[in-house]
């Protein structure tokens, strides 16, 4: 089974900008999809983006989408989010999730998921 772990979570002000990384052990290509999803203090799972490992196609999340940006990395093993224009509504636990469909992440079911890590914190501030 895939283990993930994030890092790169942290406290900004708003319109600040953050990059998360999710590594992937023991490689990315054990994987179909590789995504993230956030849940903040009080509120249900949220997807924020999916992208496909062997394709390289992305979906976001609508409250997302245009100020966040997924990319893999193969060579590394590794998937990034990279946030900007953040908003204090961004405010939560950043998972990083590995699924079958792309579908599975961005509903935030954790039933569906094949592994998620331990999650990083994001802090916006107004």
């Known amino acids: 089974q895939v283990k993930l772990e994030e890092s790169g979570g942290g406290s900004v002000q708003a319109g600040g900008s953050l990059r998360l990384s999710c590594t992937a052990s023991p490689n990315i290509d054990s994987t179909n999809v590789m995504g993230w999803f956030r849940q903040a203090p009080g509120k249900e799972r949220e997807g924020v983006s999916a992208t496909q490992t062997g394709g390289g196609a992305t979906d976001y999340g609508d409250s997302v989408d245009g100020r966040f940006t997924a990319s893999l990395d193969k060579a590394n093993n590794a998937v990034y989010l990279y946030m900007k224009s953040l908003r204090p509504e961004d405010t939560a636990i950043y998972y990083c999730?590995?699924?079958?469909?792309?579908?599975?992440?961005?509903?935030?079911?954790?039933?569906?998921?094949?592994?998620w890590g331990q999650g990083t914190p994001v802090t916006v501030s107004s």
């Open positions: 999730a590995a699924a079958d469909r792309i579908g599975s992440i961005l509903a935030g079911r954790i039933e569906a998921l094949d592994a």
